[in-house]
């Protein structure tokens, strides 16, 4: 295994020499059309950094040794939907045969071949589509052929809920046998904290008008801007606006895209070496997870993550044998130090359900309650009374 890192580390340290030549590709292409302020600030700097090279390093650190643990990358054929500049594309066309790569954004791909050229990679093909012609072009360009690896990083999240369940059914059947569909860095719904589009906590669990009005007080200015003129959008319209930015995806949509049977699909769960190393766990993620597994819910742990991470793997009989099983982050003393948390809570939990219970038994409260049925009583007639005259 330590070989194995050794080869990718390899990789990132022959690809430093191209930075230069990466960034004023990207600077020609996908950021001639950003604020030039923009990119002065450390937000901007911070986006130039991960367009360059840092989703790169992480491709190739985390992401590459992570799926090669479920499928030989030699001779594999790859589809990529939302390949956006190229990061993990040329990641992973080090390794694989071939990739097809798909994303709506032209400037983005204008930026991705220029980095594969620059990377001396000739066996990528990128396309330009729209998000109604994406799953035709899809179709057009891969024929009968079918795919060992499908890579959806970052994707599912920016898309309508019809568009990601149309996407997740339609690569399943577009998948090999024994290849793996592979969903990356897209945010879980479920979790408390939007840290992907708002960064204000429980905004992407709100209605999307509700949603819409509170925007604009999210310390992105450039997405509580985006909301301003809200008031005039249709339903549809606004789902669709909010669903660009991103908001998070759950188990509910593999459920409904693959079956019932969608746990028995998976292959990883984001709790592999790799992911652990990439995105440690929170205290919120194990929050969920020890909710999860207090309530019996049959929910796979790989949807408690606060960022998906995962693999399901499709065999000849179009399901694996066998879910994988959940395996506790190597924190020991973090999970300790939240068990005990756990126990006081419930403690406190029981505690409070005996003191409601005493005020509910006390004759205090009885007392109390009789004259306020009373009161409620003569407040009902006098407002009938009100609205018949």
């Excluded at 046998?177 to 879980?188: R, S, Y």
């Excluded at 709100?206 to 008031?231: G, M, T």
Aim: with cysteine; proline share 3%.
């Amino acid at each position: 295994e330590l070989i194995v890192m050794s080869i990718y580390s390899e990789q990132i340290e022959e690809s430093r020499k191209y930075i230069p030549a990466v960034e004023k590709a990207l600077r020609d292409t996908y950021f001639s059309d950003y604020d030039r302020d923009f990119l002065k600030t450390e937000s901007g700097k911070l986006d130039i950094e991960n367009n360059v090279f840092r989703r790169y390093d992480n491709s190739l650190e985390y992401v590459v040794p992570w799926v090669s643990r479920q499928v030989d990358l030699g001779g594999k054929k790859v589809l990529e939907i939302g390949c956006g500049t190229g990061s993990s594309t040329a990641a992973f066309a080090h390794y694989v045969d071939s990739i097809v790569g798909f994303d709506i954004h032209e400037l983005a791909v204008q930026g991705a071949r220029k980095r594969l050229e620059i990377l001396g990679l000739n066996n990528v093909s990128i396309h330009v589509v729209t998000p109604e012609t994406l799953l035709g072009q899809i179709q057009k360009e891969s024929g009968h052929d079918q795919y060992d690896i499908i890579l959806l990083f970052a994707v599912l999240e920016h898309q309508t809920i019809e568009e990601r369940h149309q996407t997740l059914a339609f690569c399943w059947e577009l998948l090999a046998e024994n290849g793996v569909m592979a969903i990356l860095d897209t945010p879980n719904i479920l979790h408390y904290f939007d840290l992907h589009s708002s960064q204000i906590p429980f905004l992407h669990l709100l209605p999307d008008r509700l949603y819409a009005k509170y925007a604009c007080n999210s310390p992105r200015s450039a997405f509580a801007s985006s909301f301003v003129d809200v008031e005039k959008l249709e339903c549809t319209q606004l789902e669709e606006k909010i669903a660009r930015w991103g908001r998070g995806v759950s188990y509910h949509d593999f459920e409904l895209s693959l079956g019932r049977e969608y746990g028995d699909y998976l292959v990883a769960d984001g709790f592999e070496p790799e992911m652990l190393s990439w995105f440690p766990c929170t205290v919120e993620e194990e929050l969920l997870r020890w909710y999860v597994e207090e309530k019996k819910y049959d929910i796979p742990p790989a949807f408690t993550r606060c960022v998906l991470n995962l693999m399901l793997k499709k065999s000849s009989s179009g399901k694996r044998e066998g879910a994988c099983k959940y395996k506790p982050p190597v924190n020991k003393v973090f999970n300790q130090g939240l068990e005990e948390q756990v126990a006081l809570l419930k403690e406190q939990l029981v505690e409070k359900e005996s003191v409601i219970s005493d005020i509910y038994n006390s004759q205090t409260w009885r007392t109390g309650n009789f004259f306020a049925r009373q009161i409620r009583f003569c407040r009902k007639v006098k407002k009938s009374l009100t609205s018949a005259s």
